[in-house]
């Protein structure tokens, strides 16, 4: 299995709290994903990095911002929680090389609900 | 504007009987496609994959098809067991788009014995 931490796995926020996720990685891959989770939808890209402090945004990043200090390290925040970003947040890593695809590794996920 | 679909919901079968999981695209820009497996609570896990250069490959009892054409692709799990009950998703990229992945709604296969 591909070394992806997610913290926490679950929690519970109130509406206009900022609140951080935090993915880590042991593989040392050069891209990071932070998708969501939510029925009826798959799962769709938030926000992604290709570097360290070299991120870009995804289908649904209204409300998200992300940052890579290191590249071990992949932080998803909700500047101000809403209800409609209760899901399930899933952080992936890909040794994407350029001009060849390859598969992403997901993590755990973490439950985040909004009250 | 969902560019990645899997139509059915969900999808009972036999024990030992084929599965067949569909998964249709709109983007000609795609040219990598994968099928990942989800359990509840668990993070969804990569089972196999195939590029537009292909039409069909196959891993053990997973074989994916590829119909360009008809912008379609097709998962078959044979024999069908029931550790193969999970949800399934389909997901496509494009090639410089930096690895990133458009997943369809997913489809829940369930196996009874």
């Known amino acids: 299995d591909a070394g992806i931490t997610q913290s926490p796995r679950h929690k519970v926020t109130e509406t206009g709290t900022p609140v951080t996720l935090r993915c880590h990685q042991t593989e040392n891959h050069r891209y990071m994903y932070w998708y969501r989770q939510d029925p009826g939808h798959g799962l769709r890209l938030i926000h992604y990095?290709?570097?360290?402090?070299?991120?870009d945004k995804g289908e649904v990043s209204d409300g998200y911002s992300v940052s890579r200090s290191k590249t071990e390290d992949f932080l998803l925040t909700l500047e101000s929680a809403t209800s409609s970003q209760t899901s399930v947040y899933f952080c992936?890593?890909?040794?994407?090389?350029?001009?060849?695809?390859?598969?992403?590794?997901f993590g755990q996920g973490t439950r985040l609900t909004v009250v | 504007d969902q560019q990645v679909k899997q139509n059915s919901p969900s999808l009972s079968v036999q024990e030992g009987r084929i599965s067949i999981l569909n998964c249709d695209y709109t983007?000609?820009?795609?040219?990598?496609f994968l099928w990942y497996k989800k359990y509840p609570a668990e993070g969804p896990t990569f089972l196999i994959s195939?590029?537009?250069?292909?039409d069909k490959n196959e891993d053990g009892r997973f074989t994916v098809f590829l119909n360009k054409s008809a912008k379609h692709l097709s998962l078959h799990i044979v024999p069908s067991q029931p550790g193969d009950s999970a949800v399934y998703f389909c997901?496509?990229?494009?090639?410089?788009?930096?690895?990133?992945?458009?997943f369809g709604q997913g489809t829940e296969l369930s196996v009874k014995p």
């Open positions: 997901a496509a990229s494009a090639n410089n788009q930096g690895g990133k992945l458009i």
């Open positions: 195939i590029s537009s250069i292909k």
């Open positions: 990095s290709y570097g360290v402090k070299d991120t």
């Open positions: 992936a890593i890909s040794d994407y090389l350029g001009r060849m695809n390859t598969e992403a590794f």
């Open positions: 983007n000609s820009m795609f040219d990598y």
